[in-house]
């Protein structure tokens, strides 16, 4: 339908149903930042970009934490959209291309379930390298 633009087509609708709850997560995280640090910042000579870099970038890590697993676990799993903007072209996703081996009379299960494995092991792959990091924002709200 669109062609080679839909892979850019599903981009930009994904950014754009994503922007307004990020912006919405960032700006109450940054709301309950207390103003002590931009004025200890600016008694240190930080103008509102060192401001920015230096001292609230680094207060932005467990909210930017968030947003990056909440969108990349909705976009990971998402078959209704890239089916829409990618059917019959030949860059698909994953759970469209697994959605490809259903039919209407007859279903190749071994293929299926076996597409299913190998797409969990990019996912199994990222817990593993960044296991430690999670559980530290899991738990960075706990105080005990």
Sequence with gaps: MLGPLAPLALVVFYVGHHL???????????????????????????????????????????????????????????????????????????????YSFVGEYSSDWSTIFAGLVISMIPVLIAYAILQKRIMQGFSAGVKG
């Design 20 to 98: 307004p709850f990020t912006i919405f997560l960032f700006t109450t995280f940054l709301r309950a930042i207390p103003t002590d640090y931009d004025d200890a910042a600016s008694i240190d000579g930080c103008n509102r970009l060192q401001l920015f870099r230096y001292v609230l970038f680094p207060l932005l890590g467990p909210v930017t934490g968030t947003v990056v697993i909440m969108d990349t676990i909705f976009i990971w799993n998402d078959l209704m959209t890239p089916l829409l903007y990618l059917s019959g072209g030949r860059n698909l996703t994953l759970p469209v291309a697994i």
